[in-house]
């Protein structure tokens, strides 16, 4: 896993799968959107590379 400064990082797909307990397929693509109530955003999906690149959103404050 890739991880820097800014809260970045990539993850496989095969990383992901041993994650959420399930193999990932297109299917995550539709759903991705709802990272962002977890605080993650998805950037960037690489098929070709079965990457994932995710960035940490930042805690608002008040």
Known sequence: MANNENGSFELTFEQIGVIAGVPLDHSFLRYKKEL???????????????????????????
């Not at 962002?36 to 008040?62: C, D, H, P, R």
Request: aromatic share 12%; no cysteine.
């Open 36 to 62: 962002l109530n977890y605080g993650f955003k998805v950037e960037k999906i690489s098929m070709k590379n079965q990457l994932v690149e995710f960035t940490k959103l930042k805690a608002e404050t008040k």
